[in-house]
């Protein structure tokens, strides 16, 4: 039976460098084929993470941000409508009225389209992926996932995929491995399908299971060209929906509601009731996602320096992961908070 590792089962080991400041690195990516960000951030299409509001901020910083596809395809045409400074992204289907979606989504100025699946190694999606190809006018990339495994990354960049979505049962409000036992540790799924999909030179994003900016830097060590945030941008000002209080002034605390795609709540808002799996809860409110991205890309920058890596393609081909036992997991924390 063969080992499958994740983010807690690894460290970067540190090697000789001589960059001599970590603001020189450069951090530019392609997310898709055809399209660059000058960070490799992506926030997640999910309705409490991005509409247009968070797809503008991630604009400018460099990044991109997907719109969830939650709502009504006008609605959703006009939240893409309204981004500028940038690839616009929008999220869809693969069933219904997903042809229609895209078509005005495209038209509305929609540069990546965003098969967002649980499962994107079906036959469904290959049937998709045939039809926008065919059938929607316009020029766009096709971005999707999510999928864990090489036979999954290969049979989509032969379906003609332009970008690949990685992650398979790792968000935090994600409870798939528990309701099904199916899924793959993410250190193993990135470079496995990362192995594969630079045959076919698609770009990878790994999505899912990062709770820290250390987490960033080995997905981006195990080779993917960019990572999806979900958790960690919930909470900001950007994200949607309302700021609510908690206790009592002046002790009140400030959060925001975050959501699984897959949970209950987001389900009954769409009228179904099948096939739970995920979460919903509150988080703190945390205040403009500027702060947050700016604090992941200084610890991507230093990562980088540790390993002698100017950019993000001598980033992968020196970041060298190494397996640690628990109690290196232990150690690896603050010990005295």
């Known amino acids: 039976m063969k080992e499958y590792l994740t983010y807690d089962d690894v460290q970067i080991l540190p090697k000789y ?3 001599t400041h970590r603001k020189d690195c ?3 990516t392609h997310v898709t084929k055809n399209w660059e960000l000058r960070i490799p951030i992506v ?3 999910m309705d409490t993470v991005t509409e247009c509001a968070m797809a503008q901020e991630m604009n400018e910083l460099g990044g991109l941000g997907i719109i969830h596809r939650f709502m009504g395809i006008h609605e959703q045409a006009d939240h893409i409508g309204r981004v500028t400074l940038g690839p616009s992204s929008a999220a869809i289907g693969v069933t219904g009225d997903f042809i229609e979606r895209a078509q005005e989504l495209v038209q509305s100025g929609c540069k990546i389209l965003c098969m967002d699946v649980a499962h994107g190694h079906h036959k469904l999606v290959k049937e998709a992926i045939r ?8 020029k766009f990339d096709l971005l999707v996932g999510n999928i864990s495994t090489k036979e999954s990354a290969r049979d989509l960049c032969e379906w003609g995929t332009d970008g690949l979505r990685i992650g398979i049962g790792g968000g935090s409000l994600c409870s798939t491995r ?14 496995d399908c990362v192995s594969i999909a630079d045959d076919y030179d698609v770009p990878c994003i790994a999505d899912g299971g990062i ?3 250390g987490d960033v830097c080995k997905g981006l060590g195990a080779g993917a060209d960019a990572v999806m945030l979900g958790s960690l941008l919930s909470g900001t000002k950007e994200s949607p929906g309302s700021i609510t209080k908690q206790g009592q002034w002046p002790n009140e605390r400030l959060q925001k509601k975050y959501r699984g ?3 209950v709540e987001s389900k009954m808002d769409r009228g179904e009731r099948n096939n739970v799996e995920g979460y919903s809860t509150t988080v703190p409110y945390k205040g403009k996602v500027k702060r947050i991205i700016s604090d992941v890309i200084d610890g991507l920058k230093s990562s980088m320096s540790y390993v002698g890596a100017n950019n993000l393609e001598e980033f992968h081909s020196k970041c ?3 397996k640690v036992t628990n109690a290196g997991v232990v150690e690896a924390k603050p010990h005295l908070l």
């Not at 039809?131 to 316009?138: A, F, I, P, Y």
């Not at 528990?178 to 799924?189: A, D, E, F, H, L």
């Open 26 to 28: 450069s951090i530019s």
């Open 178 to 191: 528990i309701q099904t036992g199916v899924g793959v540790p993410m250190v193993s799924s990135i470079r």
């Open 17 to 19: 460098s001589e960059v």
């Open 131 to 138: 039809r926008l190809k065919n059938e929607v006018m316009g």
């Open 43 to 45: 926030s997640s299409p």
């Open 261 to 263: 795609s897959a949970s």
């Open 211 to 213: 709770r820290n900016t």
């Open 320 to 322: 060298e992961l190494i």
